[in-house]
């Protein structure tokens, strides 16, 4: 049975009115509609306005796990949290875990994620051992070394519905996070400490309404697993109504990351963290997206080649001098590990940030993704909701041969969504 819902992306700035299916078991999935999880993309990854869609998170079940190798196969509806909360206290961990653990495998999959420890340990779909979709050829069982497969990682959906997937898991010290804080007083000194962290998993916040001599100053964090106590975690909040306009205003953004900044002392800090609070710190937040009131937000993720991490530092001085920023900057160190031909990563330096949904924050990030193209570097679409077919392209090199994979795989175009309109990927 099909219900029709109002559904949004997690920016909310976006939105489609979908006729909806809960399949609760493989049989009743169908490849004549696309998949989506948690809605967790950002933009209208998972919208298809007017039209289908199946929502996978019934489809949540553990099928197989070994003990000794780690390896595991689930349907593609389990998230990311569920499996860290499951296989932490058995010695294991998913390789690579994004900023929510509400993202499904299918998600995951789908955008080819990446998490604290792209420098070392690449990205998600570098640990997919095995994928099974369902085409309207049947179901097919898709492995690494195939150009289906590449197409498939990172390819928004359109190969197929990813049923369920086989991943390698990664060995853990134990369930707690040690974690180290330090405050980087610029960009210079932030990149210094990057390019030099020896951690397993490390992330940067960043102010981005410092200026001056304190342009680019923040926090690093540096974590690795551990064997101990589990810290009590923070109790869950939820965010209850949307945030008035002026909640995010520049003056309270300026005040709230200067507190932010200071909160770690001058010499740093080491904590023990339960490893949910470490790795998705806001999901105890429910619904912390009406922060940004009724019209949402946009983030642009960007990432850029080493040698052109100067154009990272002119971004931060635009965005500074606009006045637009929210407290939500994050700064990463990204390694070369991608797994598919339309995969975000490249080794460089990764920048993400959110503005609240107004015309002048739209035509700053306008101008943010035509300064990504001019450094050769390229936007996330798991986050993306204004960019232009033009620009994509140009920073998709493989577009062409995943277009022809996927022309393969559903060529009367039913797993088409609405970014895939936008962005005109499929060139229907």
């Known amino acids: 049975m099909l219900k029709t819902k109002n559904i949004t992306g ?16 493989i049989s009743q999935i169908t490849a004549e509609r696309p998949a989506i999880g948690n809605c967790r993309s950002y933009g209208d990854a998972s919208l298809n306005d007017a039209g289908q869609a199946s929502i996978m998170t019934r489809l949540d079940r553990v099928l ?16 990311i949290g569920e499996l860290a909360r499951i296989f932490a206290p058995q010695g294991w961990l998913p390789a690579v875990m994004p900023g929510t653990g509400f993202a499904t495998v299918g998600g995951a999959i789908a955008m080819d994620v990446h998490g604290k420890n792209h420098h070392i340990m690449g990205s998600f779909g570098q640990h997919v051992l095995e994928i099974t979709l369902r085409q309207n050829s049947g179901t097919k069982t898709v492995k690494p070394s195939t150009a289906l497969f590449k197409a498939t990682v990172g390819g928004l959906g359109q190969t197929g519905v990813i049923v369920s997937a086989k991943l390698q898991l ?63 975690a923070a109790k869950s909040k939820a965010v209850p109504f ?19 900044f200071k909160r770690v002392p001058d010499m740093g800090r080491t904590s023990v963290k339960p490893i949910q609070e470490f790795f998705f710190p806001l999901d105890k937040i429910h619904d912390w997206n009406k922060l940004y009131g009724k019209r949402g937000f946009h983030q642009i993720q960007c990432v850029v080649p080493i040698e052109n991490a100067p154009a990272l530092r002119d971004m ?60 050769k570097g390229r936007i996330y679409l798991a986050k993306d909701a204004l960019s232009t077919p033009e620009e994509v392209q140009k920073m998709y090199p493989e577009h062409n ?8 795989a559903d060529p009367d175009g039913n797993l088409v969504t609405d970014l895939i309109r936008r962005l005109n990927l499929r060139k229907q």
Not at 10 to 25: D, K, N
Not at 340 to 354: H, K, R, V
């Open 10 to 25: 997690w920016g909310r700035a976006l939105s489609a009115e979908v006729s909806l299916s809960r399949p609760e078991r």
């Open 64 to 79: 197989n796990f070994d003990l000794e190798t780690g390896g595991l196969e689930v349907e593609a509806g389990i998230c």
């Open 170 to 232: 990664q060995a853990c010290r134990g369930d707690v996070m040690l974690v180290t804080e330090r405050r980087m007083d610029n960009w210079e000194m932030f990149l210094e400490a990057l390019d030099t962290s020896d951690a397993p998993y490390t992330v940067g916040w960043i102010d981005a309404t410092a200026k001056g001599a304190a342009l680019g100053r923040g926090i690093i964090e540096e974590g690795e697993t551990g064997p101990g106590l589990v810290p009590k």
């Open 242 to 260: 949307n945030a008035p306009h002026w909640a995010l205003s520049k003056p309270i953004v300026k005040l709230f990351n200067a507190a932010y």
């Open 316 to 375: 931060l001085e635009v965005i500074a001098q606009s006045g637009l920023a929210s407290p939500l900057a994050v700064l990463k160190r990204m390694g070369e590990g991608r797994a598919g031909f339309m995969s975000f990563p490249m080794e460089g330096y990764t920048l993400a940030i959110d503005f609240p949904n107004r015309a002048a924050a739209r035509a700053l990030i306008e101008k943010l993704e035509a300064m990504t193209l001019a450094a």
């Open 401 to 408: 041969v995943w277009l022809t994979q996927v022309e393969k």
